[in-house]
């Protein structure tokens, strides 16, 4: 698990099927001293690992990925920057289509479309 280690949430707002925060990255991970030394930026695993970390902490299930459709990473995260992330699903039997965002205006940074099942 990344939370409360890599990152933690700040100003968190959870709804009946959606939830954002305000992403505080830790800029002495060792994530960040191999990726990339001298230019830290947050990996684009790390931000799908963020996306399935806090759904789980909303619906308490343990989940793992079934499927992606569009994953975009558009632009660079760097450990400075405290961007927010807002976490959508909705559930269907016990799978969870999930669409997020990782911006901080005017920019977004990263968007997934993805399908969690039950672990």
């Known amino acids: 698990m990344l939370i409360n280690d890599f990152y933690t949430c700040q100003d968190a707002i959870p709804g009946e099927q959606e939830y954002s925060c305000r992403i505080i990255f830790n800029p002495e991970h060792a994530i960040f001293k191999g990726h990339f030394p001298g230019n830290p930026v947050v990996p684009g695993v ?3 690992e963020i996306v399935k970390e ?3 902490q909303q619906v308490k299930v343990p989940l793992m990925l079934q499927s992606t459709g ?3 990473f558009l632009q660079l995260i760097t450990p400075g920057i405290s961007p927010g992330i807002k976490v959508e699903w909705k559930k ?3 799978d969870y289509h999930v669409k997020a ?3 901080l205006d005017p920019t977004t940074y990263f ?3 993805g399908n969690y099942v039950t672990a």
């Open 54 to 56: 806090l759904l789980q």
């Open 70 to 72: 569009n994953v975009k």
């Open 101 to 103: 965002t990782i911006s």
């Open 111 to 113: 968007k997934f479309d």
């Open 92 to 94: 269907n039997n016990e």
């Open 46 to 48: 790390c931000m799908m």
